[in-house]
């Protein structure tokens, strides 16, 4: 695999049973990933990207195919293999978002750490995160004390906290009005462009999928087509 | 409930010593067939003077006793001279009886009765005036005039048992055996202090497995109860385990995340369970009627908690090891 290439996927496949019918969910997916890129994967229902979702991020195994995943490969991997991946590789943000109700925001980061195994503070840049998420001070409630917005960032942070190598979302703004869809997704770029951390957005709006630096669009279990955005990858502009 | 169950067993048990160390009398004397509990038939009360008469007697007192439901009774005294054998009764509020139909009760029975000085209550379908309140520990809660309960009872120069109080209580054991050999071998003759330690659950026919019982029962229901309300939790919270997983969580720390929950709240229950004794306690106290005792029961307190923690643990393992072996997608698809 290239070093550039976070993510390669080759002949990708995907074969759930139903009942006594075999459904084709992906058809062969071909998809290279940069590092530092944010990537949009866009198309209708059934079109299987959620399936491509819940296979790049380990929760399913694939079929068939070839799924590198920085330096992984899926394919080959146990059940407990690709758990052990999900702690440090792989962040996740969720169209509900996904919050532990019974933890505070910081509890519900927090806990992405413990089960990590990381151990001690966050790292000193990790506030810097929080601060421009802008829940530096909503760290102590519930999510049920969060607006939709608020619960949102709050899972980013949970998503980038283990700094994985991969960020991947799942309708991200599925769940919000317009104002806070532009707030998760301007977040969501600026993270890309600050931190360089790569991210793959499932959405099946074309207006988010725009905050992408491409656009791979998916029917019936294939990419159709890929286009570049206007947007093109920034070198890192870390934090002071 | 496996501590208040146990509590009243015990209060009762106890409440039943204090009260009999209270009487200040080293021999008790029942008729023929007694048990620790029932006293059995009457029998004359000319034994009284009969034994105020034989050798280190210092004096003797009989008392009548009636059931008036269930766990409660009068007691019929004669009141001045069973004070001269238990010393004064201490009265919260009013008098010893003057009149026939004056009662004195102790200030348990008053309490749960809510009686007092002047009130009224009606037993052994008569209404009696409460003369007096008296601190508990004398004998016994209720106490009428013995001539008059006699006479109710159809009783008349009779006693269920007589109280003897000797020159020197190390005479006790001598006196027993000389009152045996000496025409009363088939009563019960017992030192005070042999019938209190008899007051015990082990010594109380059926009351042991009574307790077994109920402890089971409670381990029983406390474990389908703990083990039902982990399954529906866990159930709900099947979408958050699904988010564990996501996050790159075992099962194994999964499980572990749910005992140690369930851990934390079996003792918590248990420490609320131990804070309601008390409530239970008051309640009884105050609303309870019919004389019933319920003691703290401390050494019971880490058996309780004990039997909690096990039945809650072995009730979230279960329902905790299937969720946490779940589809993580299945899981969080859940609704």
Redesign the interface.
Do not use: C
């Given at each position: 695999m290239n070093d550039a290439l976070i993510l390669s996927v080759r002949g990708l496949r995907k074969v759930y049973r139903v009942g006594d019918v075999d459904v084709n969910a992906l058809r062969g997916v071909d998809l290279d990933v940069k590092r530092g890129e944010f990537v949009s994967v866009i198309g209708p229902s059934g079109s299987g990207k959620s399936t491509l979702f819940?296979i790049l991020?380990g929760?399913?195994p694939p079929t068939s195919g070839t799924v590198l995943l920085d330096g992984n490969d899926l394919l080959a991997m146990s059940d407990?293999q690709r758990?052990?991946?999900?702690?440090?590789t792989i962040g996740?943000v969720?169209q509900k978002y996904?919050?532990?109700?019974t933890l505070t925001a910081r509890d519900n980061i927090e806990?992405?750490r413990y089960?990590?195994r990381h151990d001690g503070e966050p790292d000193p840049h990790f506030n810097d995160v929080l601060k421009l998420l802008g829940i530096e001070n909503r760290l102590d409630h519930k999510p049920r004390a969060l607006s939709g917005g608020e619960q949102q960032r709050v899972a980013i942070a949970?998503g980038i906290v283990n700094h994985p190598a991969i960020l991947l979302a799942d309708e991200p703004t599925g769940n919000l009005d317009t104002e806070n869809s532009n707030t998760v997704l301007t977040l969501l770029r600026d993270l890309n462009q600050r931190l360089n951390q790569t991210i793959l957005m499932i959405t099946h709006n074309p207006e988010a999928a725009a905050f992408g630096h491409r656009i791979v669009s998916m029917r019936d279990g294939r990419i159709v087509h890929t286009t570049a955005t206007e947007l093109t990858p920034k070198q890192p502009e870390l934090f002071p | 409930m496996i501590l208040t169950l146990v509590g009243v067993s015990r209060g009762l048990l106890q409440d039943q010593i204090r009260r009999s160390r209270g009487i200040g009398a080293d021999i008790i004397v029942r008729a023929p067939g007694s048990a620790i509990l029932s006293l059995g038939a009457g029998f004359s009360q000319n034994f009284i003077p009969y034994l105020e008469k034989q050798p280190h007697v210092a004096m003797a007192t009989g008392a009548l006793i009636q059931g008036t439901g269930f766990l409660s009774s009068v007691t019929g005294l004669d009141l001045p001279e069973f004070e001269k054998m238990s010393g004064p009764f201490r009265f919260i509020s009013g008098r010893a009886f003057e009149k026939p139909d004056e009662v004195v009760v102790d200030e348990y029975y008053a309490q749960q009765h809510n009686l007092h000085a002047g009130s009224y209550i009606t037993m052994l379908n008569r209404r009696w005036r409460v003369s007096g309140v008296y601190e508990s520990g004398k004998l016994a809660r209720v106490i009428i005039p013995l001539a008059r309960l006699q006479d109710l009872t159809s009783n008349t120069g009779k006693v269920m048992v007589v109280y003897v109080k000797l020159d020197n209580p190390a005479n006790t054991q001598q006196v027993i055996d000389y009152l045996k050999a000496h025409g009363m071998a088939d009563y019960k003759i017992d030192s005070m202090e042999e019938l209190t330690s008899e007051y015990s659950v082990n010594n109380v026919p059926m009351l042991r497995q009574f307790i077994a019982v109920v402890v089971a029962l409670g381990v029983v229901v406390g474990f389908l109860v703990v083990f039902l309300s982990m399954y529906t939790a866990v159930l709900e919270r099947t979408?958050?385990i699904?988010?564990?997983?996501?996050?790159?969580?075992?099962p194994a720390?999964i499980l572990n995340i749910l005992l140690r929950e369930t851990t934390v709240l079996a003792l918590m229950g248990s420490i609320t369970g131990i804070l309601f004794t008390y409530v239970a306690r008051w309640l009884i106290m105050t609303y309870a009627t019919g004389g019933l005792i319920q003691a703290i029961v401390p050494d019971w307190w880490p058996i309780a908690t004990g039997l909690a923690l096990v039945g809650a643990l072995l009730g979230a393992a279960w329902p905790g090891a299937k969720a946490a072996r779940q589809?993580?997608?299945e899981a969080?698809s859940y609704e």
């Amino acid at each position: 695999m290239n070093d550039a290439l976070i993510l390669s996927v080759r002949g990708l496949r995907k074969v759930y049973r139903v009942g006594d019918v075999d459904v084709n969910a992906l058809r062969g997916v071909d998809l290279d990933v940069k590092r530092g890129e944010f990537v949009s994967v866009i198309g209708p229902s059934g079109s299987g990207k959620s399936t491509l979702f819940n296979i790049l991020g380990g929760l399913t195994p694939p079929t068939s195919g070839t799924v590198l995943l920085d330096g992984n490969d899926l394919l080959a991997m146990s059940d407990r293999q690709r758990t052990n991946l999900r702690k440090r590789t792989i962040g996740f943000v969720f169209q509900k978002y996904n919050l532990l109700p019974t933890l505070t925001a910081r509890d519900n980061i927090e806990i992405a750490r413990y089960i990590a195994r990381h151990d001690g503070e966050p790292d000193p840049h990790f506030n810097d995160v929080l601060k421009l998420l802008g829940i530096e001070n909503r760290l102590d409630h519930k999510p049920r004390a969060l607006s939709g917005g608020e619960q949102q960032r709050v899972a980013i942070a949970r998503g980038i906290v283990n700094h994985p190598a991969i960020l991947l979302a799942d309708e991200p703004t599925g769940n919000l009005d317009t104002e806070n869809s532009n707030t998760v997704l301007t977040l969501l770029r600026d993270l890309n462009q600050r931190l360089n951390q790569t991210i793959l957005m499932i959405t099946h709006n074309p207006e988010a999928a725009a905050f992408g630096h491409r656009i791979v669009s998916m029917r019936d279990g294939r990419i159709v087509h890929t286009t570049a955005t206007e947007l093109t990858p920034k070198q890192p502009e870390l934090f002071p | 409930m496996i501590l208040t169950l146990v509590g009243v067993s015990r209060g009762l048990l106890q409440d039943q010593i204090r009260r009999s160390r209270g009487i200040g009398a080293d021999i008790i004397v029942r008729a023929p067939g007694s048990a620790i509990l029932s006293l059995g038939a009457g029998f004359s009360q000319n034994f009284i003077p009969y034994l105020e008469k034989q050798p280190h007697v210092a004096m003797a007192t009989g008392a009548l006793i009636q059931g008036t439901g269930f766990l409660s009774s009068v007691t019929g005294l004669d009141l001045p001279e069973f004070e001269k054998m238990s010393g004064p009764f201490r009265f919260i509020s009013g008098r010893a009886f003057e009149k026939p139909d004056e009662v004195v009760v102790d200030e348990y029975y008053a309490q749960q009765h809510n009686l007092h000085a002047g009130s009224y209550i009606t037993m052994l379908n008569r209404r009696w005036r409460v003369s007096g309140v008296y601190e508990s520990g004398k004998l016994a809660r209720v106490i009428i005039p013995l001539a008059r309960l006699q006479d109710l009872t159809s009783n008349t120069g009779k006693v269920m048992v007589v109280y003897v109080k000797l020159d020197n209580p190390a005479n006790t054991q001598q006196v027993i055996d000389y009152l045996k050999a000496h025409g009363m071998a088939d009563y019960k003759i017992d030192s005070m202090e042999e019938l209190t330690s008899e007051y015990s659950v082990n010594n109380v026919p059926m009351l042991r497995q009574f307790i077994a019982v109920v402890v089971a029962l409670g381990v029983v229901v406390g474990f389908l109860v703990v083990f039902l309300s982990m399954y529906t939790a866990v159930l709900e919270r099947t979408r958050e385990i699904g988010v564990l997983k996501a996050l790159g969580a075992s099962p194994a720390l999964i499980l572990n995340i749910l005992l140690r929950e369930t851990t934390v709240l079996a003792l918590m229950g248990s420490i609320t369970g131990i804070l309601f004794t008390y409530v239970a306690r008051w309640l009884i106290m105050t609303y309870a009627t019919g004389g019933l005792i319920q003691a703290i029961v401390p050494d019971w307190w880490p058996i309780a908690t004990g039997l909690a923690l096990v039945g809650a643990l072995l009730g979230a393992a279960w329902p905790g090891a299937k969720a946490a072996r779940q589809d993580p997608i299945e899981a969080l698809s859940y609704e």
